[in-house]
């Protein structure tokens, strides 16, 4: 691997570690603003909004935490399928990435434009806390963009795989010289 490709792939594994670590925050966040439910509710108090709040917390750390969960292959996969294709497995994997990306891709234009929306329109939630929806949408937005990436990076390591085994199937074992 050249070191531009190198230095593109730990950037790639730093975004998807990072957004890990986003959504690990948001399960935190949601955690504690349960609790203090909880515990309001006890004193006979409420916290107005407290389950908005807790329901864009898990939508947030869903997309947030997909890229990461995909790039440690954490993801339930369709290995039953592809791993019996034998010599053909990488094409049938890039065929499953390739249908992924285009997937992912259409879920995250729709949450960018639903963010934009909501943003022009001014949207808010109808809950007790009338919160500005293309807030927690945006998190949605960006999650699903690092999956998008992280499933389009899958396909590109994918492919160079499937370009080296031809490579060295049609030279033998002799490095191959470029132009």
């Not at 010599?87 to 995250?108: D, N, P, V």
Request: proline share 2%; charged share 10%; with cysteine.
């Amino acid at each position: 691997m050249n070191t531009s490709a190198s230095r593109i792939a730990k950037w790639l594994e730093t975004l998807y570690r990072v957004f890990g670590y986003l959504a690990a925050l948001c399960i935190f966040i949601m955690l504690v603003v349960i609790v203090v439910q909880i515990v309001l509710r006890w004193s006979g108090m409420t916290l107005p909004g407290a389950t908005n709040y807790a329901g864009y917390l898990m939508g947030a750390s869903t997309f947030l935490a997909a890229a990461f969960t995909f790039h440690e292959g954490g993801h339930i996969r369709v290995g039953l399928l592809v791993e019996r294709l034998g010599r053909f497995r990488l094409i049938g994997e890039l065929w499953c990435l390739l249908i992924a990306s285009g997937i992912a891709g259409f879920i995250t234009w729709h949450a960018f434009d639903a963010a934009y929306w909501s943003y022009q329109f001014g949207d808010v939630s109808s809950g007790q806390d009338a919160m500005a929806l293309w807030i927690p949408q945006s998190l949605l937005a960006l999650g699903s963009t690092a999956f998008t990436i992280s499933i389009f990076d899958h396909f590109v390591r994918t492919l160079a795989a499937l370009v080296r085994a031809a490579r060295v199937k049609n030279h033998g074992s002799r490095p191959v010289r470029s132009l």
